[in-house]
């Protein structure tokens, strides 16, 4: 490729992760292809080459550009940084954000999340080659995971809270949980005839997510 500026280098591949972006809105992530991206960018087949090695490279670099596009890290550190908040509290107002967020986004980056969350189902090996090609720091979930498990295990120390059940057996009822709402919400708003007859909104179902984990936990609701 001849010699070209790094930022004539860097607008062309966003312009082309940017295509790809919207194949995947139009697409299940897992069904798209090179030929795809092709079309939707206009470029010849060793127009897009020159830029990306193949499909999952591209892919990797719109999970990170989606990464910070729908980053709620500063939103979660906010929450769980606030002193004057009980365990209660903090842990409604995290699920607030997440349904908040959810909701905002099931027809873009929540639709594309679930289906790279098939894509992992059904070709394991393929996506931990995306995921691990991508550039950046942890993602909304990993964060939430790492700063949450402290907080938790400081307020049953501090009011010597009884959790209902295991610890480790509620975070995996969580995550479980999560999950599930993101299934319903996205299958609801993006494939409604896959969709059961439930119209899943992401607020109440969060709002209920939180006080079931403050109750398992041994906290007040």
């Known amino acids: 490729m001849p010699k070209v500026s790094e930022e004539y280098l860097q607008n062309k591949k966003k312009s082309i992760v940017d295509a790809t972006y ?14 795809d991206v092709i079309e939707e960018t206009g470029l010849s087949q060793g127009g897009i080459y020159r830029f990306y090695k193949d499909l999952d490279e591209i892919l990797s670099d719109m999970i ?3 990464r910070s596009d729908y980053n709620i890290i500063a939103r979660i550190d906010e929450a769980t940084n606030d002193e004057g908040a009980g365990f209660e509290e903090t842990t409604h107002r995290i699920c607030n954000i997440l349904a908040e967020v959810m909701e905002e986004h099931l ?12 894509l992992a189902i059904n070709e394991p090996k393929r996506a931990a080659k995306i995921i691990g090609a991508i550039k950046g720091g942890n993602g909304n979930l990993e964060h939430l995971a790492k700063v949450t498990l402290p907080l938790i295990e400081k307020a049953c120390k501090e009011r010597n809270l009884t959790p209902k059940r295991p610890p480790k057996e509620i975070f995996e009822f969580i995550s479980a949980a999560y999950t599930g709402i993101e299934m319903n919400c996205i299958l609801t708003a993006c494939y409604k005839d896959a969709a059961s007859n439930v119209n899943s909104t992401p607020k109440p179902l969060f709002d209920a997510l939180a006080t079931t984990i403050i109750l398992l936990f041994g906290g007040n609701e």
């Open 22 to 35: 919207r194949v995947c809105l139009r697409k299940p992530v897992e069904m798209v292809t090179m030929t």
């Open 107 to 118: 027809l873009d980056i929540q639709k594309i999340n679930f289906d790279l969350n098939v």
């Open 64 to 66: 990170a550009n989606m």
